[in-house]
């Protein structure tokens, strides 16, 4: 039997909410995201702000080391095997553009309701600061 998450997911939000209850966007207002679940249990998700400065060069390795650091802090992807369960997915990382992350298992909940799926992480840390993150997708026709 096919699991409701398999298929294609376009973001809608991205939001950070720290303990003391501040909320912040790291992709900003109207971030960028494509998930996919396919059936023989291998995702991808890519992630990104909407307002990307372009490089000089049209070729990305000619790209000079400051813009090709500004395009990577916008912008996060990983992919791998992932466990799809009823209310929670695993998924095991082997290519990240965040290297510390190849070999992790990332575990995410979830909340399906209707054309949309909602994300949360475990709690975790930002220069000290503890937040959990969640992520509103929409499915793709």
Do not use: I
């Amino acid at each position: 039997m096919r699991h409701p998450l398999v298929g294609t997911w376009r973001l809608v939000r991205c939001e950070h909410a720290l303990e003391d209850g501040t909320r912040w966007q790291p992709f900003g207002p109207r971030p960028r995201g494509r998930l996919v679940y396919t059936p023989d249990g291998f995702m991808m998700v890519m992630l990104m702000t909407a307002e990307r400065k372009r490089s000089a060069s049209g070729q990305v390795f000619e790209a000079t080391s400051s813009e090709r650091a500004a395009a990577a802090a916008g912008f996060l992807a990983y992919s791998g095997r992932c466990d799809l369960a009823k209310d929670r997915v695993v998924h095991r990382v082997d290519l990240s553009l965040f290297p510390n992350w190849v070999g992790t298992a990332q575990l995410r909940s979830y909340r399906l309701s209707g054309d949309r799926v909602t994300f949360w992480t475990r709690r975790f840390a930002v220069r000290g600061r503890w937040q959990t993150a969640s992520l509103t997708w929409r499915r793709e026709r």
